[in-house]
Each structure stands twice: as C-alpha cells, then as structure tokens.
Nanobody, 123 residues
Framework: QVQFVESGGGLVQPGGSLRLSCAAS????????MGWYRQTPGKEREFVAA????????YYADSVKGRFTISRENAKNTVYLQMDSLKPEDTAVYYC????????????????WGQGIQVTVSS
C-alpha cells in the first residue's frame, strides 16, 4: 500500500500559478503510473494528468494541456503538478494517485489515492 502527502494547494487569482506536490511512501517501488485527478461537488472525479514512474510517457486532459505540467523526482518519490494560467474552472479538490498497471484514464485504474488538496482560483 502506498501513502501520499499532498501539498501546495490554496487560493490564487485567475492567471496565477500553483505547484502541487505528492510525496509517496510505503511501497513506491510498486508504482507504474502516477496521476492527478480533480473533483468538484456533484461531479465525477476528472482525469488531469499522468506520468509513468520511469518518465517514458506523459498525458494531459485537453482542458489543461499547455497550462499544466506533470513531472516526477524519483529520488524523492515525489510527483509534481505545475499549474499555470489558472482559470476559475480549475477550482477543485486535486488528488494524486498511483497505479500498478499502465492504464490511467479512469479512477478505477488507480490503486492508491491521496487525501486531496483544495485549489481555488478566484479574484
């Protein structure tokens, strides 16, 4: 079982930036893919970005492509989500997650989840 510590959320004005961090512990060697999802009240959890643990592939949702950047630092077992040009519609609780397999498009593809961190984009 992998545990996560997420940090970096908060309140930012439209057009601003935030960087989320997700530090994994427990059994990080079992991770194949790390992902970021987000969720707003009354809506399903939405895919944001994913990166293979070895960095061979990276995928983004169309809604964040060109604005968000996912990266990882294996030595620290940490994955980051750099969010630039933030919009009010990016407001959500953001979750990091780990998958043992190579699929990433659905929440059910992931085996372990962080506790979630609030990101609010508002003037």
């Amino acid at each position: 079982q992998v545990q996560f510590v997420e940090s970096g959320g908060g309140l930012v004005q439209p057009g601003g930036s935030l960087r989320l961090s997700c530090a994994a512990s427990g059994s990080p060697f079992s991770i194949s893919v790390m992902g970021w999802y987000r969720q707003t009240p009354g809506k399903e959890r939405e895919f944001v970005a994913a990166i293979s643990w070895g960095g061979a592939f990276i995928y983004y949702a169309d809604s964040v492509k060109g604005r968000f950047t996912i990266s990882r630092e294996n030595a620290k077992n940490t994955v980051y989500l750099q969010m630039d040009s933030l919009k009010p519609e990016d407001t959500a609780v953001y979750y990091c997650a780990a998958a043992k397999g190579n699929s990433y498009r659905r929440p059910s593809d992931f085996d372990s989840w962080g506790q979630g961190i609030q990101v609010t984009v508002s003037s």
